[in-house]
């Protein structure tokens, strides 16, 4: 008889090949100029993460971000102290990874997915995905047919919102874009909460986290946080990671939102990048690379094959322009625009949202049509306001004169304080299309 072969443990063996330390070529830095570490000696592509070692202290991170003939270009995902020419570069094989589970929930994440909180961020049910991926096929999407609530009156009754939409909210500085974020963090219909903070200054990621967002709030979301301190490669890392935060939970059937403030700061970041790395500016400054990656960025978001994520990110519009280069090229991909005014502001009308300059794509197909025809007579019986205002304000106008004008004038009143709200109130969809004042 055949003598029976003896039984291996293959999966003992899978452990041991995956836990073993490869081999790789080694390099060494040649020379660091401003952000930029120029090293010589390793075979690694674009994306890869690097590891400088310097003696005596933990190995500095870095991404292969070009090339340069025989050289190899790096920008630090932290510190450059300590570098030296021919401190080694070893390759890890791999671009950079998050670790993605529900234990994220609740927590705070600088750009590289580290714990902000002091707190151990592990999980044994815990995955690993990468930051950087490519958006989904748009034959594989959803179509957008359900309503997705704020609880912001103003935008669900005029900018109704879909579940899986896009939007850029527009604003100048100190107009209201983070409380308005927090409102919709705190009052949404979504199940998870994805907040991405690039950028921003130190004492506003507490502020927004204590302040505007809420213990409430802060229980079923998940902060990444890079603040203007931080190296510009972090800060782009930031928006992608977020991104891929919020892809992990959408592939669990789950509906996500999205918040991201802001993508001017994340493309003032990636024109850092570009700019020492030798591209030439183009427009503004911006550098050709910034215009290419707005895109794979903001098309991350949106329907999946299964669960969406609905997106909204700020635009920090430079002199209230919002014809500058990239509130234009934002505006230009995503599914609808939500412009906050200075003007409004200072008179104390909050949330400073101009319903005349905004616009929600999908509306449309979304809403009744009761809804959509009431949203829009208001919305042209504001617009006959505002061209008579300097008139009525001074009593020059007189009533009868125009009878689209008389009946903006009796409907004013009462539209004014519909779009108000206060950030601690509260207002589901259904409520506010039906506190929508009557046109008459």
């Known amino acids: 008889m055949q003598a029976s072969l003896p039984q291996i443990d293959l999966e003992r063996w899978r ?8 081999l790789r070529p080694t390099g060494q830095v040649v020379r660091v100029i401003g952000l930029t570490v120029e090293a010589r000696g390793i075979a ?20 292969v971000v070009g090339f340069r003939e025989d050289v190899t270009l790096l920008m630090p995902l932290g510190e450059l102290r300590g570098i030296y020419p021919g401190c080694s570069v070893v390759p890890r094989g791999r671009g950079l990874m998050v670790a993605v589970g529900d234990h994220l929930l609740g927590r705070v994440l600088d750009g590289l997915g580290r714990p902000m909180d002091g707190r151990e961020l592990s999980s044994p049910d815990q995955s690993y995905v990468p930051v950087d991926s490519s958006p989904p096929s748009p034959l594989s999407r959803q179509r957008i047919a359900q309503v997705f609530s704020t609880g912001v009156r103003a935008i669900d009754a005029f900018l109704t919102c879909g579940r899986g939409q896009r939007l850029g909210i527009f604003a100048g500085s100190g107009v209201g874009k983070s409380t308005l974020l927090g409102m919709v963090a705190r009052y949404s219909s979504a199940d998870v909460n994805v907040i991405a903070l690039v950028g921003e200054r130190g004492r506003e990621v507490r502020d927004f986290i204590e302040g505007d967002l809420g213990p409430g709030g802060l229980a079923r979301s998940v902060v990444v946080a890079a603040t203007s301190d931080r190296p510009a490669l972090v800060r782009v890392k930031a928006a992608f990671l977020a991104s891929a935060i919020a892809e992990y939970f959408r592939d669990r059937g789950k509906d996500v939102l999205l918040l991201m403030d802001s993508v001017t700061r994340f493309a003032m970041a990636q024109r850092e990048v570009g700019l020492a790395i030798g591209e030439p500016p183009a427009t503004r400054g911006y550098t050709p690379s910034v215009f290419a990656l707005l895109p794979r960025l903001l098309e991350r978001s949106g329907m999946g094959a ?24 934002v505006r230009g991909i995503l599914d609808g625009h939500i412009v906050l005014t200075r003007e409004l502001a200072a008179r104390n009308h909050y949330p400073a949202i101009d319903v005349l300059q905004s616009v929600s794509r ?3 197909e979304l809403v009744s049509a009761e809804h959509l025809a009431r949203a829009s007579r208001l919305r042209d019986l504001l617009a006959a306001y505002r061209q008579a205002e300097d008139l009525i304000n001074i009593g020059a106008y007189v009533a009868g004169s125009n009878p689209r004008v008389d009946a903006a004038v009796r409907v004013y009143p009462d539209l004014m304080r519909f779009l108000r709200q206060d950030m601690h109130e509260h207002s589901s969809f259904e409520e506010a299309v039906k506190a929508l004042p009557d046109p008459g």
């Open 15 to 22: 452990r041991r090949v995956r836990a073993a330390r490869l």
């Open 44 to 63: 690694a592509r674009i994306g890869e993460i690097c590891d400088i070692h310097v003696p005596g202290e933990a190995p500095v991170v870095a991404e």
């Open 306 to 329: 299964v669960g969406s994520i609905t997106a909204f990110y700020t635009v920090l519009v430079e002199g209230d322009d919002l014809n500058e280069p990239i509130t234009d090229a």
């Open 362 to 364: 999908v509306m449309p």
